[in-house]
Every structure is written in structure tokens, then in C-alpha cells.
């Protein structure tokens, strides 16, 4: 799996980094930063959630 945020549309919300903080972070620059681009498969089923929960939909994964 390859995870993939549109950074034009991302407001580094952290609404992704609540849900699985293994792979996204909102530093204090206020920039979202993807951690591991392709996550182990055991975190599918969180990363999925973080893409349904982001709230402009930015986030994709391939995969």
C-alpha cells in the first residue's frame, strides 16, 4: 500500500495524525508530513479510516 496526500487541497488538520500518528504527523511548522509512505500492511485498516476522516478528502491510497 502507498499512501499519497494531495497538499493542495490538505489543511494539516491533523484529523489523519489522530487516527494513525505511526504515519502522519503535523509538526510545528503546521505542514502535515507523511511518515511512511508505504505503511506496513497491519495499519490498512487505520490508514483507511484517516483517508475517509480527512475533511478535504485528500488523502489516497494505491494499493
Known amino acids: 500500500m502507498r499512501v499519497n496526500v494531495d497538499f493542495d487541497r490538505c489543511e494539516s488538520n491533523a484529523v489523519c495524525m489522530g487516527v494513525v500518528p505511526e504515519v502522519f504527523e503535523v ?32 488523502i489516497t491510497i494505491e494499493g
Do not use: S
Not at 35 to 51: F, I, S, T
Open 27 to 58: 509538526r510545528e511548522d503546521d505542514f502535515l508530513y507523511v511518515l511512511q509512505e508505504e505503511p506496513p500492511e497491519d495499519l490498512r485498516a487505520e490508514v483507511e479510516e484517516a483517508a475517509r476522516m480527512c475533511p478535504k478528502q485528500a
